[in-house]
DNA sequence: GTCTATAAATGGATAGAC
DNA sequence: GTCTATCCATTTATAGAC
């Protein structure tokens, strides 16, 4: 779908190309599945070429998983900016996490339900990124002002969002019967009533 | 620790003895990064011995997963017998999975949080496993006599149980302050919360 | 910067003795 | 039923031409 016929791309196109690739082939097969050799026939490149632009296998796969943290991140920025209150901000988050689940659902399978601890030893784990800290912040503030009751940290983080994740797994395994979003409102509720003052 | 020193096992006990190595292994390190090696030298057996009870790789790991989700069915079913009514029951699933979790946490990492399809194709997604179906049923159950909103079956669930099973993750990525036992009486308040009448 | 060809190693699986 | 030895395919990564 990214990739259809190839233009012989080179230099940085090519790079964002092996990129892309990647992406397709890890979050549909899993890391370990894909063999640079099937990344070289699909991305319709050489092997010397992804070597040139990734020092090895698995520094391709930790530079992906830092661009799409950072994406995410952005997004979860980007949908905060102008809500005013814990609520407001959890929804707008929730609100486009499943928008993005249904988008590219190639992201949200690679950041979300990998396990990137198997093949990037060193990474720590996804609770801890940016985006899963921003999130548990949006909560934490909540609690500061009042609009949140004054649970722990980790829980009060947890109910709001745990549910809204795994009704992103169920739409990632293609068990729901209606596209995720028809579900906002309702998974907003809930994970809300639970946390609310 | 489960595998001390090995008085040379045959027959049944040798494979279950292959069973809770690879557990070990492929709890600790993933599937894909344990080999057929890794596991001979663990559990101290041949190479000859494994393929002699299992007919390859990937039916080693079958064989595994279903008898660890056939335990945690069991737990699940244990847990609610005697309980009356939804909340009941919910509140005793999560103690039992909390303290599953602590006890063996090499299970609940890999019953869990594995990506069981990168390596069992065949294998339906986790959530339609049986002990996730029963933890949906059990809430489906709190909706028909009313303990439980109506609420579309799917998010009822994710709700009551999606945050516990994130601290879960949590516990196991070692992230928590305390051991999660601990934070069960606020986990059940919230999610219930979340869903009741 | 990209290519082809190939080196080097790993790992799943089998054969055949005991 | 278990063992050792080994085969063979796959795959990561490199060398060197263009």
Redesign the interface.
């Known amino acids: 779908m990214t990739v259809s016929h190839r233009p012989q791309l080179r230099g940085e196109e090519l790079r964002e190309n092996v990129l892309n690739t990647a992406l397709d082939l890890f979050s549909e097969?899993?890391?370990?599945?894909t063999s640079i050799h099937d990344i070289r026939c699909a991305a319709g490149v050489s092997t010397g070429a992804i070597y040139h632009h990734f020092q090895n296998k698995e520094a391709l796969a930790k530079s992906l998983y830092m661009s799409l943290l950072l994406q995410m991140d952005q997004a979860i920025e980007d949908a905060c900016r102008g809500k005013d209150g814990c609520m407001e901000r959890c929804r707008a988050i929730i609100e486009k996490m499943f928008s993005l689940t249904l988008e590219q659902p190639r992201i949200m399978q690679f950041v979300l339900?990998?396990?990137h601890r198997?093949?990037l030893p060193d990474e720590p784990?996804i609770?801890?990124s940016k985006p899963f800290q921003a999130m548990k912040k949006v909560v934490a503030d909540g609690i500061t002002n009042g609009e949140v009751r004054e649970?722990?940290p980790?829980?009060?983080a947890?109910?709001m969002?745990?549910?809204?994740?795994?009704?992103m797994?169920?739409q990632l395994?293609?068990?729901?019967d209606n596209p995720l979003t028809d579900?906002l409102d309702?998974?907003v509720e809930?994970?809300w009533?639970?946390?609310k003052a």
């Open positions: 097969k899993g890391y370990f599945n339900l990998a396990q198997e093949y784990p609770c801890s649970l722990e980790w829980i009060a947890t109910t969002f745990g549910g809204a994740l795994r009704m797994s169920l395994d293609g068990v729901l579900y309702e998974v809930c994970a009533r639970g946390i």
